[in-house]
């Protein structure tokens, strides 16, 4: 077991700083086509809306990236957490929705002119699976925090931002005022900022762990 422990410990510590960057990345770039892409109104578009167009390759790029990051930062948690905290269901939902995830941008770049019937259906189900899967991830692995002592203080702002942003999934699906574009990407922006967060807590939680090795 120690002789895979520094190797894990560097596992966790490359998948916290893929899923920072990611997460930084895509705020970045997404933030930015909000101002520079003036021919959409940014308070109606959802953010696929910006997939085509001007910029449209840069931003499918960056979805593919963050999709590689939410990989990571599954992976990571996974590695990171004692035993008893680890679950496969949260990686396998993130993993999922990652794929999804990169299934929109992928999609979105040349399926529109072969197949635009197909595209539909495709970036539909594609951005819907993204959605529920990863938003589903994030309350699974939120609830594992508890069973980690050295996780256990991070749960209740783990369980509480998960919650608000499934809550908001189902308002912004369900509730016809809530369909607006801002509010899809203040939902985007939710889950990424707790990607960023979730990042930082293990590129921390290695730190301690590197530390508490070399004594």
Same mark, same amino acid.
């Given at each position: 077991?120690?002789?895979?422990?520094?190797?894990?410990?560097?596992a966790?510590?490359? =998948?916290?700083?893929?899923?920072?960057?990611?997460?930084?990345?895509?705020?970045?770039?997404?933030?930015?086509?909000?101002l520079?892409?003036?021919?959409?109104?940014?308070?109606?578009?959802?953010?696929?809306?910006?997939?085509?167009?001007?910029?449209?390759?840069?931003?499918?790029?960056?979805?593919? +990236?963050?999709?590689? &990051?939410?990989?990571?930062?599954?992976?990571?948690?996974?590695?990171?957490?004692?035993?008893?905290?680890?679950?496969?269901?949260?990686?396998?939902?993130?993993?999922?929705?990652?794929?999804?995830? =990169?299934?929109?941008?992928?999609?979105?770049?040349?399926?529109?002119?072969?197949?635009?019937?197909?595209?539909?259906?495709?970036?539909?189900?594609?951005?819907?699976?993204?959605?529920?899967?990863?938003?589903?991830?994030?309350?699974?692995?939120?609830?594992?925090?508890?069973?980690? &002592?050295?996780?256990?203080?991070?749960?209740?702002?783990? &369980?509480?931002?998960?919650?608000?942003?499934? &809550?908001?999934?189902?308002?912004?699906?369900?509730w016809?005022?809530?369909?607006?574009?801002?509010?899809?990407?203040?939902?985007?922006? +939710?889950?990424?900022?707790?990607?960023?967060?979730?990042?930082?807590?293990?590129?921390? =939680?290695?730190?301690?762990?590197?530390?508490?090795?070399?004594?």
């Amino acid at each position: 077991m120690s002789d895979t422990a520094p190797l894990y410990r560097g596992a966790a510590r490359l =998948a916290a700083r893929l899923a920072i960057l990611g997460a930084l990345l895509f705020l970045g770039v997404a933030g930015g086509l909000q101002l520079v892409r003036d021919d959409l109104a940014w308070q109606q578009a959802t953010l696929s809306q910006y997939l085509r167009g001007p910029y449209g390759l840069l931003l499918r790029t960056t979805y593919c +990236l963050l999709a590689v &990051a939410i990989v990571a930062l599954a992976m990571g948690l996974y590695v990171q957490l004692a035993p008893r905290a680890r679950s496969a269901a949260p990686v396998l939902l993130l993993c999922t929705g990652a794929l999804a995830l =990169a299934g929109v941008a992928i999609g979105d770049s040349w399926l529109p002119q072969v197949a635009p019937d197909f595209h539909l259906m495709f970036h539909h189900v594609c951005a819907i699976t993204a959605f529920l899967c990863v938003v589903s991830g994030m309350v699974m692995q939120a609830w594992r925090f508890r069973l980690d &002592a050295a996780w256990r203080r991070h749960f209740p702002l783990a &369980a509480t931002w998960s919650a608000a942003c499934f &809550a908001l999934l189902w308002v912004h699906a369900l509730w016809s005022p809530a369909g607006r574009g801002w509010v899809q990407k203040l939902l985007i922006a +939710l889950i990424v900022a707790a990607m960023l967060l979730a990042g930082t807590w293990l590129h921390q =939680a290695a730190r301690r762990a590197d530390g508490g090795a070399g004594r």
